[in-house]
């Protein structure tokens, strides 16, 4: 790990980092706890300073938790996107590792149906027995029809 005197151009300190990621400094260094990151390059000072590669993953992991993949299923799929973004920035494509993304996002797809079909059918009985509890009069309590008649006049 190289150790600059100060940030480059290119590098970031954890503050702006976390700030551009859109998360706070606690979710970086747990990230970095997860294996999530790789540790980052320090300053002489020991500052922690990211690449803007980094900064890309950390997006990748927020935006695939908002899809409801767990950190767990993240690990997995990093280096899947690491991959694509090689294959990307090349003109070759390895068949493989497309098709172990592909099959990834397929389960999660089948995953989130399944979801979305239990909550459908929750709504259906919750609107049954709202409609149910709508048309009958709420009970009176028995307490407060005892203190009623008990009541002094």
Known sequence: MREPSTPSSSQLRIGEFARRAGVNLQTIRYYERLKLLQAPNRTRSGYRC???AELERVRFIKTTQELGFTLKEIGYLLPLHAAVCRIT???GVDSRELASIVTMFGKKQLEIKAKIAL???LQRQLACA???LSQHP???CPA???ARRVAPE
Do not use: C, G, N, V
């Open 50 to 52: 990211y690449s803007l």
């Open 89 to 91: 920035a090349r003109d």
């Open 119 to 121: 909550m459908r059918d």
């Open 130 to 132: 709202i409609e149910a």
């Open 138 to 140: 709420a009970p009176a």
């Open 144 to 146: 407060s029809r005892s």
